[in-house]
């Protein structure tokens, strides 16, 4: 004999039913029993799942009118998620009772779950409410538990894709982007309320709007999905100014208070994060991974070696020491001092020669990898170098500068400021989201 009762009801999967005649409940039952069958295998019968409790007893609601019977089917659940919405599915396949044609509809799966949920965080509130009236609690966890709950609560739809964001979105001037709703609820947890999730790669009108009138950080996962939101975004129209990355391997719903602070407070303008994902999603199309994971400094040393064997090849060493000086401004930032003393360029240029464009080009290729940018000025001398970095704050404190060349991309500031300055020549590895070039200024890229 079937199971009337099930143990724990997680689902209740609601059914309109449309039966062209009059019939009585148990021939609906029979209907669906002997319709379903075998329909979705032996682990999915019907009969057996209501046999071994999975299944409850069906539940049918029926009223005859003008020679037709319609009404209502209930199916209790304890099965998961999938296996439910699969049962619920398969009702939709029976199309007659006995004689009589029938359309059965799936109005909605509803959790149980839900209410249950509901008292408890309402009951909750109430009870610490009053334990903080009377006492100290006794146990922080079920507090932060709850205290969680409302923050969660807090996630309000943003925009015409309503997409999850915090209830802080519309009135602070700045804004985090994230990837996802769970990235959301974790910053919400630790008090971050203007975040937003974009909603995974694709770009929508709403982001692309609310980037216009905020400033822009974009938090991402620490995974190969980050870096495809990152170009997907910057060739959207987004407009980002700073770029944070959680560690390799984890993501943004992964991360505590304080790695998300951490994070957050070390992040990086735009223009270098991009160049560097550029410079990864490089390597990648090219199948280079292994010489990634290799010393760095063997492949750099093949390079500078040929620029520099004929003036520096008697004494190897200073080579070497060059190099890592040449690396330290990555870490300490803005050196200026310690990168003007090595004299390579006095030793490759003893005749004060001016540089070309086509120079300037190869001087591109010199600063690969490197995230550097080196100022010029008209007579095409360098009178500066900094980090990618520093380029905007630099520009505005250098004067005299005709000419930049950086391992960067080219962004619409850069253009901007780099035009009210008066550069005359701008060359970086490719161009990013440049609406308008300005009259007065010619753009290269290494693409061209």
């Given at each position: 004999m079937a199971k009337t009762y099930i143990d724990t009801v997680k689902y209740l999967v609601y059914t309109n039913v449309e039966i062209g005649g009059l019939v009585e409940k148990p021939d609906v039952v029979g209907a669906i029993f002997g319709q379903t069958e075998g329909l979705l295998g032996d682990e999915l019968d019907l009969r057996d799942l209501q046999k071994n409790g999975r299944i409850g007893r069906i539940e049918v609601d029926l009223a005859g009118k003008d020679g037709k019977t319609t009404g209502i089917i209930k199916i209790p659940s304890s099965l998961d998620m999938v296996e439910t919405c699969i049962i619920a599915a398969a009702l939709e396949t029976v199309d007659r009772v006995g004689p009589c044609e029938a359309r059965l509809k799936i109005t909605k799966v509803e959790d149980t779950r839900n209410l249950k949920r509901k008292?408890?965080?309402?009951?909750?509130?109430?009870?610490?409410?009053?334990?903080?009236?009377?006492?100290?609690?006794?146990?922080?966890?079920?507090?932060?538990?709850?205290?969680?709950?409302?923050?969660?609560?807090?996630?309000?739809?943003?925009?015409?894709?309503?997409?999850p964001a915090g209830p802080s979105i519309e009135k602070d001037n700045e804004v985090?982007?994230?990837?996802?709703?769970?990235?959301?609820?974790?910053?919400?947890?630790?008090?971050?309320?203007?975040?937003?999730?974009?909603?995974?790669?694709?770009?929508?009108?709403?982001?692309?709007?609310?980037?216009?009138?905020?400033?822009?950080?974009?938090?991402?996962?620490?995974?190969?999905?980050?870096?495809?939101?990152?170009?997907?975004?910057?060739?959207?129209?987004?407009?980002?100014?700073?770029?944070?990355?959680?560690?390799?391997?984890?993501?943004?719903?992964?991360?505590?208070?304080?790695?998300?602070?951490?994070?957050?407070?070390?992040?990086?303008?735009?223009?270098?994060?991009?160049?560097?994902?550029?410079?990864?999603?490089?390597?990648?199309?090219?199948?280079?991974?292994?010489?990634?994971?290799?010393?760095?400094?063997?492949?750099?040393?093949?390079?500078?070696?040929?620029?520099?064997?004929?003036?520096?090849?008697?004494?190897?060493?200073?080579?070497?020491?060059?190099?890592?000086?040449?690396?330290?401004?990555?870490?300490?930032?803005?050196?200026?001092?310690?990168?003007?003393?090595?004299?390579?360029?006095?030793?490759?240029?003893?005749?004060?020669?001016?540089?070309?464009?086509?120079?300037l080009m190869k001087e591109l290729d010199n600063l690969g990898n490197t995230l550097k940018a080196r100022f010029y000025n008209e007579n095409f001398e360098k009178v500066n170098e900094v980090a990618v970095r520093d380029v905007i704050k630099s520009l505005g404190e250098t004067n005299n500068v005709h000419a930049i060349v950086f391992d960067g991309i080219i962004t619409q500031r850069l253009a901007d400021l780099a035009s009210k300055q008066g550069v005359k020549l701008l060359i970086g590895l490719k161009i990013g989201n440049v609406n308008k070039v300005p009259d007065n200024i010619e753009i290269i890229t290494k693409s061209k």
């Open positions: 008292h408890l965080v309402d009951r909750a509130k109430n009870l610490l409410k009053t334990l903080l009236n009377t006492e100290i609690p006794e146990s922080k966890e079920i507090s932060q538990l709850v205290r969680d709950e409302v923050k969660t609560a807090e996630i309000t739809e943003y925009g015409y894709d309503r997409l985090v982007f994230v990837e996802g709703r769970a990235d959301v609820v974790n910053l919400l947890k630790n008090d971050i309320t203007n975040v937003i999730a974009i909603g995974g790669a694709k770009v929508t009108r709403t982001i692309v709007d609310l980037s216009k009138k905020k400033e822009v950080t974009l938090f991402l996962d620490g995974d190969r999905g980050g870096d495809i939101i990152l170009n997907e975004l910057a060739q959207g129209g987004v407009d980002i100014d700073f770029i944070s990355r959680a560690p390799a391997g984890l993501e943004v719903e992964e991360l505590t208070r304080k790695e998300i602070i951490k994070y957050l407070r070390n992040r990086i303008p735009f223009e270098q994060g991009s160049a560097k994902n550029n410079r990864t999603q490089e390597r990648r199309n090219n199948n280079e991974v292994p010489r990634f994971r290799q010393p760095v400094v063997v492949e750099k040393q093949e390079d500078f070696s040929i620029d520099i064997e004929e003036d520096v090849a008697p004494p190897p060493q200073p080579v070497f020491e060059k190099k890592f000086k040449k690396k330290e401004p990555e870490d300490n930032g803005l050196d200026i001092p310690r990168l003007d003393e090595p004299e390579i360029i006095n030793k490759e240029q003893p005749t004060t020669a001016k540089l070309t464009k086509a120079d």
